[in-house]
């Protein structure tokens, strides 16, 4: 049974930083594609970062918003996803959800809290 949980959120001044974590069990990163998503209040959902599975290339991808300031990576053995944020604005205020997605799968954790304010 796959499941994912996230951690890390939390509250954070603007311009700091924040690493979020994703615990994939059950899970081969070879396989399955990770993305980072986030929801702000009163908004949809909106894919964040994405990387994508080895046998597909293994490499990473940003949506404009966060390029050059977030950074995504994983670690198979450890079953682990992160998403390293820096220089975080307020506008990046949401919940942020971690995704696994391969052909017929698709799962999602419960989400973390990502709140930059002053």
């Known amino acids: 049974q796959v499941q994912l949980v996230e951690s890390g959120g939390g509250l954070v001044e603007p311009g700091g930083s924040l690493r979020l974590s994703c615990a994939a069990s059950?899970?081969?990163?070879?396989?399955?594609?990770m993305r980072w998503y986030r929801q702000a209040p009163g908004k949809e959902r909106e894919w964040v970062a994405a990387?994508?599975?080895?046998?597909?290339?293994?490499?990473?991808n940003y949506a404009d918003s966060v390029k050059g300031r977030f950074t995504i990576s994983g670690d198979n053995l450890k079953k682990m996803l992160y998403l390293q944020m820096n220089d975080l604005k307020p506008e990046d205020t949401a919940v942020y959800y971690c995704?696994?997605?391969?052909?017929?799968?698709?799962?999602w954790g419960p989400g973390t809290q990502v709140t930059v304010s002053s």
């Open positions: 995704n696994a997605r391969a052909t017929r799968d698709d799962y």
């Open positions: 990387l994508v599975s080895s046998r597909n290339g293994g490499y990473t």
């Open positions: 059950d899970l081969d990163f070879n396989i399955f594609t």
